[in-house]
């Protein structure tokens, strides 16, 4: 079983930053997909952003709301996945979630440009809210 621990949420201020982190407890982690997820009240979960670590140019893919605010990022040493957030807007306001699938990226989306369904990631983290203020 595969665990994901999130940190990192907090209130912010419109156009303020914020960083969350992702602490994954596999040693096979850097051949998963790794993705952050979020969720509105009422709302369904939709994709930010995903990364393939172990790929040799780390591909990474953006949700088009997101692009060029966020980033994606992992740290090996530590199993850790990170998103940094910039210019963040109150109607961001969501529980952010980390995700991961053990069969990787390319096998799963080949070349598509999405960040996935929920639906394809089996490996969940509690999540941690993001709170925007205007």
């Known amino acids: 079983q595969v665990q994901l621990v999130e940190s990192g949420g907090g209130s912010v201020q419109a156009g303020g930053s914020l960083s969350l982190s992702c602490a994954i407890d596999s040693p096979a982690w850097n051949m998963f997909c790794m993705a952050w997820f979020r969720q509105a009240p009422g709302k369904e979960r939709e994709g930010v952003a995903r990364l393939e670590p172990f790929h040799t140019q780390r591909r990474t893919v953006y949700a088009d709301s997101v692009k060029g605010r966020f980033t994606i990022s992992k740290d090996n040493a530590n199993n850790t996945l990170y998103l940094q957030m910039n210019s963040l807007k109150p109607e961001e306001t969501a529980s952010y979630y980390c995700?991961?699938?053990?069969?990787?990226?390319?096998?799963?989306?080949?070349?598509?440009?999405?960040?996935?369904?929920?639906?394809?990631?089996?490996?969940w983290g509690q999540g941690t809210q993001v709170t925007g203020s205007p």
């Open positions: 995700a991961a699938e053990s069969r990787g990226c390319s096998f799963i989306f080949g070349l598509e440009p999405r960040v996935g369904r929920p639906t394809e990631y089996s490996y």
